[in-house]
T-cell receptor, first 116, second 110 residues
Framework: DTGVSQDPRHKITKRGQNVTFRCDPI?????LYWYRQTLGQGPEFLTY????????KSRLLSDRFSAERPKGSFSTLEIQRTEQGDSAMYLC??????????????FGSGTRLTVV | EDQVTQSPEALRLQEGESSSLNCSYT??????LFWYRQDPGKGPEFLFT???AGEEKEKERLKATLTKKESFLHITAPKPEDSATYLC???????????FGTGTSLTVIP
């Protein structure tokens, strides 16, 4: 297993366009998290899944953001009508519930979004 | 709302010059405090979990300690490869999200 994989690594888009990111977690991990990190800040929670169920969403997750994990494996995060304020690193992480308190999450390398 | 504050924002050390990073937190009930290392353009990498006041964890040149209000990450005789941003996060008893601080950017000069 090569860890948490995110695609693409970088995305440049024009304001108003839609973008979609993909995350492939560690295969045996049933929890998957999305975080957003802007320059000079720590990661901020967006949402998380247990298997295919989206259990929690942050107030940061506006109506333009939607996340799915249709078969409990990979996940996608879509941003509609992108704005310049959406420019950030989008981080995906995965874990097993019983291991989270011991070892935290395993993060991917992120997708860097730039909205121009 | 829960709050995690890290200091200093940035720290420059000479190679071999030991120092400490601080993470202050306020949560209603702490389930765990986590230290991560983040290199530029990469995701955070797990270092330690601490659960209760008085606990200590060590890994190579790093040692993390925890009190009821703060945690310290002590770096002993750092090397240039220790240069990174160190993030602190807390998880409370209720909920599954982590609350991260803004990090300390450490630069170790040869």
């Amino acid at each position: 297993d090569t860890g948490v994989s995110q695609d693409p690594r970088h995305k440049i888009t024009k304001r108003g366009q839609n973008v979609t990111f993909r995350c492939d977690p560690i295969s045996e991990h049933n929890r998957l998290y999305w975080y957003r990190q802007t320059l000079g800040q720590g990661p901020e929670f967006l949402t998380y899944f247990q298997n295919e169920a989206q259990l929690e969403k942050s107030r940061l997750l506006s109506d333009r953001f939607s996340a799915e994990r249709p078969k409990g494996s990979f996940s996608t995060l879509e941003i509609q009508r992108t704005e310049q304020g959406d420019s950030a690193m989008y981080l995906c992480a995965s874990s097993l519930p019983e291991m989270t308190v011991l070892y935290g999450y395993t993060f991917g390398s992120g997708t860097r979004l730039t909205v121009v | 709302e829960d709050q995690v504050t890290q200091s200093p924002e940035a720290l420059r050390l000479q190679e071999g010059e030991s120092s400490s990073l601080n993470c202050s937190y306020t949560v209603s009930g702490l389930r765990g405090l986590f230290w991560y290392r983040q290199d530029p353009g990469k995701g955070p990498e797990f270092l330690f979990t601490l659960y209760s006041a008085g606990e200590e964890k060590e890994k190579e040149r790093l040692k993390a300690t925890l009190t009821k209000k703060e945690s310290f990450l002590h770096i002993t005789a750092p090397k240039p490869e220790d240069s990174a941003t160190y993030l602190c996060a807390v998880r409370e008893n209720t909920g599954n999200q982590f609350y991260f601080g803004t990090g300390t950017s450490l630069t170790v000069i040869p």
